[in-house]
């Protein structure tokens, strides 16, 4: 499956980080079932995916109630966090989407929507060296409500300064898109086998 590019201008450009610009979705995964191990827990890797573009905490509430487990939200989410952090050099790019988002750079504004937490975002973004490509790095604590609402994108628009109707999407999740389409913005889907580590050049 080919991802749908844009092949018209828009005014801002707006991607998801992980799993859309960033193949970081095995290493959460990993570093997931080593927290989940620790603690006792369980999270089916099909589960993982379906859930992509949740917050952390979201996710170990909705673990809790599908498991009947008690996992603490918070020494869970900093278990896992931490696993990814010793991981994160590890990451590679989505190449065509670096490769589009380096081809549009300085044409308008981009900004990155994450579900993740800033540390682990910023983190990921200077393993790859492309932070400087970005006029805004929204994350979990921009916003009040995360993906499938529409914060997350309404707040990177707010920071790009561009109209939602004149902001496109690129997310690699059924949650990320939905997010989307409530926020009134175009958006493109970067399918799973869109996944490559082939180097970029600056």
């Known amino acids: 499956m080919d991802i749908a590019f844009p092949t018209r201008h828009f005014g801002g450009y707006i991607f998801d980080c992980d799993g859309t610009i960033a193949d970081t979705m095995p290493l959460h995964y990993r570093a997931w079932a080593r927290a989940m191990k620790d603690f006792g827990g369980t999270f089916p890797e099909d589960i993982f995916y379906a859930w992509g573009g949740k917050p952390t905490d979201v996710i170990v509430n909705q673990l809790n109630a599908m498991f009947g487990t008690s996992l603490d939200v918070a020494e869970t989410v900093a278990r896992k966090e931490g696993y990814y952090l010793e991981s994160v050099h590890e990451v590679g790019p989505v190449v065509p989407v670096l490769e589009f988002a380096r081809s549009i750079h300085g044409t308008a504004p981009m900004a990155i929507a994450s579900g993740g937490h800033h540390e682990l975002v910023d ?3 200077a393993a790859l060296g492309i932070t400087e490509l970005f006029d805004a790095v929204v994350c979990a604590e921009d916003y009040v409500h995360g993906k499938p609402a529409p914060d997350p994108f309404l707040e990177a628009a707010r920071r790009l300064q561009v109209p939602p109707d004149q902001c496109v999407v690129f997310e690699d999740s059924p949650t990320g898109i939905a ?24």
């Open 123 to 125: 983190a990921t973004l």
């Open 179 to 202: 997010a989307a389409e409530a926020a009134g913005m175009a958006h493109v889907f970067v399918p799973t086998a869109m996944r490559g580590r082939e180097p970029i050049n600056s």
